[in-house]
């Protein structure tokens, strides 16, 4: 593959999850969406979705964990691992990639309502001299467009000495390095800025990796204890953690299998349920479980976890419309609403990490939920998630 040929590949891949252009135009404060979707006793389009993704689309193992009210439904297809043929349960733990983006942003967020952060502030105040260089400007970037990704800085996954060491089988001589965040700045300021600070939309993981350094330095603690002692202790979310340089999965688990996206192999599904996550950081790296993101999201749609007028700033969305991403969508201070084929709006946040996707989504005030996890990352998985969704949120007669 020539160096044009795989740094297309890389820019496609490498992002939150490979997809087509939104088609959401403009900034608008989220409103309330009504409608609470498909009954949660009828799930047999649902059901479909999962078996097919194991038969067709050549999936190890899916599950869709749903709730409506107080309604529960849980299935999964295929296995939680290819050796043994176990299947997947709903205790599993797994890697929730982007996810974390939700969480790093709710910190935030708080420290804002504490008066010890403003979402004006720039980056330059927290971190003097870090984001620099190539078109990089810290003092022209707020924390406002750190974490709704219109900041322009670089996303250090797409550097080209990274991402082919991650998504190519030099990821397996390579899955237990450790990075520090400001590592992984440097990494992003070495590549030219995607465009000046407000005047694009682009998923860069850099963003929220400034944020998690900001964090620590307006705390004076990890950014791993802040989350913990925020959001993940008050929340009772057992299941729950930032890994940090731990490599293991908590028991039970899935196993995690990737088909690597450049290279000489990228049809074979390698294990990968060992790495060290520091790589991905405040921007993918957490672990968690179904009942956890169920908890999570539910608390925070519903408007428990932050002030009202914060509230707000967090579900006001910025357009995607124009770069490659998920259709239909629109983002907001690490969450993201994305508008269904029947016109229903789901919100939320999904992830992909080594190995996994996850998508935990429902409606604005989150009474209607559904989480889902593949256990690998290749080709359709995607769709697949979408497709879940359709299935979950649209009233039959608009399929």
Same mark, same amino acid.
């Given at each position: 593959?020539t160096?044009?040929?795989?740094?297309k590949?890389?820019?496609?891949?490498v992002?939150?999850?490979?997809?087509?252009?939104?088609?959401?135009?403009?900034?608008?404060?989220?409103v309330a969406?009504?409608?609470?979707?498909?009954?949660?006793?009828?799930?047999?389009?649902?059901?479909?979705?999962?078996?097919?993704?194991?038969?067709d689309?050549?999936?190890?193992?899916?599950?869709?964990?749903v709730?409506? %009210?107080?309604?529960?439904?849980?299935? $999964?297809?295929?296995?939680a691992?290819? =050796?043994?043929?176990r299947? !997947? @349960?709903?205790? *599993?733990?797994?890697?929730?990639?982007?996810?974390?983006k939700?969480?790093?942003?709710?910190?935030?967020?708080?420290?804002?309502?504490?008066?010890?952060?403003?979402?004006d502030?720039?980056?330059?105040?927290?971190?003097?001299g870090?984001?620099?260089?190539?078109?990089?400007?810290g003092?022209?970037?707020?924390?406002?467009?750190?974490?709704?990704?219109?900041?322009?800085?670089?996303?250090?996954?797409?550097?080209?000495?990274?991402?082919t060491?991650?998504?190519?089988?030099?990821?397996?001589?390579?899955?237990?390095?450790?990075?520090?965040?400001?590592?992984?700045?440097?990494?992003?300021?070495?590549?030219?800025?995607?465009?000046a600070?407000?005047?694009?939309? %682009?998923?860069?993981?850099?963003?929220f $990796?400034?944020?998690?350094?900001?964090? =620590?330095?307006v705390?004076? !603690? @990890?950014?791993? *204890?802040?989350?913990?002692?925020r959001?993940i202790r008050?929340?009772?979310?057992?299941?729950?953690?930032?890994?940090?340089?731990?490599?293991?999965?908590?028991?039970?688990?899935?196993?995690?299998?990737?088909?690597?996206?450049?290279?000489?192999?990228t049809?074979?599904?390698?294990?990968?349920?060992?790495?060290?996550?520091?790589?991905a950081?405040?921007?993918?790296?957490?672990?968690?479980?179904a009942?956890?993101?169920?908890?999570?999201?539910?608390?925070?749609?519903s408007?428990?976890?932050?002030?009202p007028?914060?509230?707000?700033?967090?579900?006001?969305?910025?357009?995607?419309?124009?770069?490659?991403?998920i259709?239909?969508t629109?983002?907001?201070?690490?969450?993201?609403?994305?508008?269904?084929?029947?016109?229903?709006?789901?919100?939320?946040?999904?992830?992909?990490i080594?190995?996994?996707?996850?998508?935990?989504?429902g409606?604005?005030?989150?009474?209607h939920?559904?989480?889902?996890?593949?256990?690998?990352?290749?080709?359709?998985?995607?769709?697949?998630?979408?497709?879940a969704?359709?299935?979950?949120?649209?009233?039959?007669?608009s399929?």
């Open positions: 593959m160096k044009t040929l795989l740094a590949a890389l820019r496609t891949a992002g939150l999850l490979a997809a087509a252009v939104a088609v959401t135009a403009g900034a608008s404060a989220a969406d009504t409608h609470t979707g498909n009954r949660a006793d009828d799930h047999a389009g649902l059901q479909r979705v999962l078996e097919q993704a194991v038969t689309d050549g999936m190890p193992g899916i599950f869709a964990d709730r409506d %009210g107080r309604e529960k439904w849980f299935s $999964t297809e295929g296995v691992d290819t =050796e043994t043929g299947k !997947r @349960s709903q205790q *599993e733990h797994f890697r929730a990639g982007s996810v974390t939700t969480f790093t942003a709710l910190v935030a967020l708080k420290l804002v309502a504490e008066g010890r952060l403003s979402l502030d720039t980056v330059e105040k927290w971190l003097p870090v984001v620099q260089g190539n078109g990089h400007d003092s022209k970037i707020t924390i406002r467009q750190l974490l709704n990704q219109t900041s322009g800085i670089f996303p250090y996954t797409s550097d080209m000495d990274l991402a060491k991650q998504w190519s089988t030099a990821f397996l001589q390579d899955r237990f390095t450790s990075y520090r965040p400001e590592q992984l700045v440097r990494i992003a300021m070495r590549n030219p800025a995607s465009f600070p407000g005047k694009g939309w %682009g998923y860069s993981n850099t963003n $990796t400034v944020a998690e350094m900001i964090i =620590e330095k705390t004076g !603690r @990890s950014y791993a *204890e802040e989350v913990t002692r959001i008050p929340l009772g979310l057992r299941g729950t953690s930032l890994p940090g340089e731990r490599t293991k999965l908590p028991e039970p688990h899935a196993q995690h299998y990737v088909k690597f996206l450049v290279g000489e192999d049809t074979t599904p390698y294990d990968l349920t060992d790495m060290n996550p520091t790589w950081g405040a921007a993918g790296s957490i672990v968690s479980t009942d956890d993101l169920h908890t999570f999201y539910r608390a925070l749609l408007g428990r976890l932050l002030p007028a914060l509230q707000e700033e967090m579900f006001t969305t910025v357009s995607t419309k124009g770069v490659p991403w259709d239909n629109a983002y907001g201070l690490g969450v993201f609403s994305q508008k269904l084929s029947c016109g229903v709006t789901i919100w939320g946040n999904g992830g992909r080594h190995g996994s996707w996850t998508y935990a989504m409606t604005r005030d989150g009474k939920m559904v989480v889902t996890n593949i256990n690998g990352d290749w080709g359709a998985a995607f769709g697949i998630l979408t497709k969704m359709e299935a979950e949120m649209c009233p039959p007669t399929r």
